[in-house]
């Protein structure tokens, strides 16, 4: 890897459990090449509880984390985004704002925990799926040799990455 730090912004519809936990992740996984962020379209404004309760159960920081509207990374004053992903289905049919900088972006869909019926072993096991299939999708991003590719090729391979297989046993 080289020396540049990656800026990467997670959006999803609520800005509560997928993105935030992608956030989180990368924060950690990153090992200070990268600067994760999240936000929502029509974020909910607080952290699902359990994406804070799962994420602390793993050993991921939780600190810092909010719910908040991707207007906050589209101003002048915003970090310039290298990366764009959309973690959920809805973000990635909305319209979304031009960010600066033309990042590469992909969409990679995750169903919401935050939308799991059941009792509360069901919906802490949705939230712990979700998080390890969110890890491994991460760690395969982090394996890919950016400094080697052009904006065509890592265009692809991203979109590749949206349909690797689910590993839940990371």
Excluded at 5 to 15: A, E, H, P
Excluded at 34 to 49: D, E, I, L, N, T
Excluded at 122 to 138: D, G, K, P, V, Y
């Amino acid at each position: 890897m080289d020396n540049k730090t990656y800026n990467v912004l997670f959006i999803c519809t609520g800005n509560s459990a997928r993105s935030i936990m992608a956030e989180s992740l990368l924060r950690k996984l990153g090992d200070g090449h990268f600067r994760a962020f999240s936000a929502g379209s029509f974020p909910k404004g607080q952290v699902h509880p359990l994406t804070l309760e799962t994420l602390a159960s793993h050993g991921y920081d939780t600190a810092g984390l909010s719910s908040k509207s991707w207007s906050v990374f589209t101003g002048d004053d915003a970090p310039k985004m290298d990366f764009v992903f959309t973690v959920c289905d809805k973000a990635a049919g909305e319209a979304c704002p031009v960010w600066p900088g033309q990042p590469v972006t992909a969409h990679w869909g995750f169903a919401d925990p935050a939308a799991a019926e059941g009792d509360d072993e069901t919906r802490r096991a949705a939230f712990n799926r979700a998080l390890l299939e969110i890890s491994h999708r991460l760690r395969l991003f982090l394996s890919l040799p950016l400094n080697k590719l052009d904006r065509m090729s890592l265009q692809t391979q991203l979109q590749q990455l949206a349909s690797a297989p689910a590993n839940t046993k990371d």
